[in-house]
């Protein structure tokens, strides 16, 4: 089907709604029976850009960014667990977890893309730091996942290294930013009308029908 209805969703791997958002979205193209008829583009988004290649523990790093005591990042953690549990997606937060850069994670999203291995690569990227407790700033872990999805490691690596493609993906960060997105996940339809946030299987269901009722239209 040549004219697809076109979905950008602005992400970042280590972002857990942006992981329950994706996955109820899924299900909820599944469910309508459209897979033929839709189109996603993975696009850049930063939760945490100055974190060093290191990273901080997660606990820590939400407290300070957020303000939050540890009971009630427990909590939240707890919900997204369930929230998992119903997408079969394992969400394994353990103690001594860190907070990962993606920034070199989005410049492989941004090489998978021109060989359609985009959403493959980013779920095993989000399985391995949520589910497999890697660390997605390694290159190891990174060259892995290539390896994985069947793309050409080594030429995806070099890439790391190359200020055009390291450019491209801080414009890309920028373009996003300037439209005024500022929360993930975010998925842009059609490049004319967006929905914020995890929504609902049935709500994505509702926006799906409409539109794609009025491309056919």
């Not at 599944?30 to 290191?54: H, R, S």
């Not at 290159?139 to 030429?155: D, Q």
């Not at 946030?197 to 009025?214: H, I, M, R, S, Y």
Request: with cysteine.
């Amino acid at each position: 089907m040549k004219n697809k209805l076109k979905i950008d969703i602005v992400s970042d791997i280590v972002c857990p709604w942006c992981t329950v958002g994706y996955k109820r979205l899924e299900k909820a193209i599944e469910e309508l029976g459209v897979e033929d008829q839709i189109e996603i583009e993975w696009q850049p988004f930063e939760l945490n850009p100055n974190m060093p290649k290191e990273g901080q523990n997660l606990l820590e790093h939400l407290s300070e960014k957020y303000g939050s005591n540890i009971e009630q990042l427990k909590q939240s953690q707890q919900v997204l667990a369930d929230a998992g549990k119903e997408l079969d997606f394992n969400f394994d937060f353990f103690d001594n977890m860190k907070m990962a850069n993606t920034f070199e994670a989005h410049i492989l999203l941004d090489y998978a893309k021109d060989f359609g291995k985009q959403t493959e690569l980013k779920m095993y990227l989000t399985k391995a730091f949520f589910s497999d407790r890697k660390n997605v700033s390694d290159r190891a872990v990174l060259k892995e996942a290539l390896e994985t999805v069947g793309l050409n490691a080594t030429e995806a690596i070099a890439k790391l290294d190359n200020d055009d493609a390291k450019n491209a993906v801080i414009k890309q960060k920028a373009l996003w930013m300037n439209s005024g997105i500022n929360s993930v996940p975010t998925f842009v339809f059609n490049r004319k009308s967006l929905v914020t946030g995890a929504q609902a299987v049935d709500t994505f269901k509702q926006v799906l029908t409409d539109l794609l009722n009025e491309k056919a239209a």
